[in-house]
């Protein structure tokens, strides 16, 4: 068996932005040698996330943008001295994880499904934690 744990750095140029990480999650899943099992995709940081959703529309990741900060706009009452109050609630609802199940040497998504990360408070260095688990 090869590498169970992968680290990878993105780069961020926005406030706010989806970055597809498929590219990532198939090298560490080609580097561990696992055929079977599942794989976890976690992000260490509180205004950052992890989510599957749409990959053939471009827009749906404008909508999500636009969602997003229209449920949790960032208000002149929060009293978090950094200012980005909003990352930290967008960070929370969409989650610091997800899980994917590997079958016969790839990770099961839908036709039009990618895994992505969530930046909620740009420009910055982010580093993704992929852990693959054979059985």
């Given at each position: 068996m090869g590498k169970s744990l992968h680290t990878f750095m993105i780069s961020t140029k926005e406030k706010q932005s989806f970055t597809n990480l498929d590219g990532y999650l198939n090298e560490a899943l080609s580097d561990s040698n696992v055929r079977d099992g599942i794989m976890v995709v976690y992000c260490p940081h509180t205004t950052g996330a992890?989510?599957?959703n749409e990959n053939a529309?471009?827009?749906v990741k404008t909508d999500l943008?636009?969602?997003l900060d229209e449920t949790f706009?960032?208000?002149p009452d929060y009293i978090h001295m950094e200012g980005n109050s909003d990352g930290h609630m967008k960070s929370s609802v969409v989650g610091a994880s997800e899980t994917l199940i590997i079958s016969d040497g790839r990770f099961i998504l839908g036709t039009w499904q990618s895994v992505?990360?969530?930046e909620f408070d740009g420009p910055r260095e982010r580093t993704i934690?992929?852990?693959i688990i054979e059985g």
């Open positions: 992890i989510t599957i529309d471009p827009d943008k636009f969602g706009p960032n208000k992505y990360f969530c934690h992929v852990k």
